[in-house]
């Protein structure tokens, strides 16, 4: 999996793995949701999903190193679909991750996932993504929440 992020410069990454399971990869440039996606494609990955608080805590720390000292916003593969409102009382407001085995398929999110920095827009019309907002910190305690 692979979390592309804003700001520049393009040519930094960060990798971290945990003791089973997919590597995590962090990749800054100035991209679109789309263009995102299609540079982990390339590399042979996706868009980072996250299934616990194990891997947003690895997710967190890989971030944190790649965005200092400025705030940031990497790409995740949270999407909510133009036929899918928002559900304001689920943690992931009606998103699901893109890419997850089972997609589609009702997902259990822990509430510890469910930090907004910015309430996503109400909605049943159009497609919307979301990134993870990291915000500069001490890498122990990262500021962070997602973000339309």
């Not at 679109?32 to 990955?45: Q, T, V």
């Not at 299934?51 to 995740?76: D, I, Q």
């Amino acid at each position: 999996a692979c979390a592309l992020g804003r700001p520049p410069p393009p040519s930094w990454v960060a990798v971290r793995c945990p003791p089973a399971g997919a590597c995590f990869s962090a990749h800054r440039a100035n991209a679109s949701y789309n263009a995102a996606r299609d540079a982990c494609g390339r590399r042979r990955g996706g868009l980072a999903w996250l299934s616990g608080e194990s891997e947003l805590r690895l997710l967190l720390g890989l971030l944190a190193e790649a965005a200092v000292p400025v705030s940031a916003l990497f790409w995740v593969g949270l999407k909510r679909n133009a036929s899918t409102c928002t559900h304001m009382g689920d943690p992931l407001r009606g998103f699901t991750w893109e890419g997850a085995a089972g997609e589609g398929d009702p997902q259990e999110v822990p509430a510890a996932l469910g930090q907004w920095v910015k309430e996503p827009m109400r909605s049943c019309l159009t497609v919307r993504c979301a990134g993870l907002h990291l915000l500069a910190g001490p890498a122990s305690s990262p500021s962070w929440g997602w973000k339309e």
